[in-house]
């Protein structure tokens, strides 16, 4: 089993940075990926960025291109979303996922999910 824990969400103005991060622990050896996903009231869970814990490669939804980045700390098992240039419409419960057999934006191949960390961003 992995546990996943996010932080770092909280209310911000558009144009703001804000910077996200999951800790993972457990059987992380057994991780191939993880990623951030985001859920708007009323609209369904949307891909957000994934890391591949081998090589560090990445990819990025195209909402969130140019914009947000994510990186890896392999001494902590813990993973960030750096989100610059906030707009109101990135308003939305960010969960951290992660897997360990699919590098990619299909939510239903990821494993584990954290509990969601809350991001509000006013225009």
């Known amino acids: 089993q992995v546990q996943l824990v996010e932080s770092g969400g909280g209310l911000v103005q558009a144009g703001d940075s804000l910077r996200l991060s999951c800790a993972a622990s457990?059987?992380?050896?057994?991780?191939?990926?993880m990623g951030w996903f985001r859920q708007a009231p009323g609209k369904e869970r949307e891909f957000v960025a994934s890391i591949r814990w081998s090589d560090r490669s990445t990819i990025y939804g195209d909402s969130v291109k140019g914009r947000f980045t994510i990186s890896k700390d392999n001494a902590k098992s813990t993973t960030y979303l750096q989100m610059n240039s906030l707009k109101p419409e990135d308003t939305a419960v960010y969960y951290c996922a992660a897997s360990t057999r699919y590098y990619g934006p299909r939510r239903n191949d990821y494993n584990y999910w954290g509990q969601g960390t809350q991001v509000t961003v006013s225009s």
């Open positions: 457990g059987r992380t050896f057994s991780l191939l990926s």
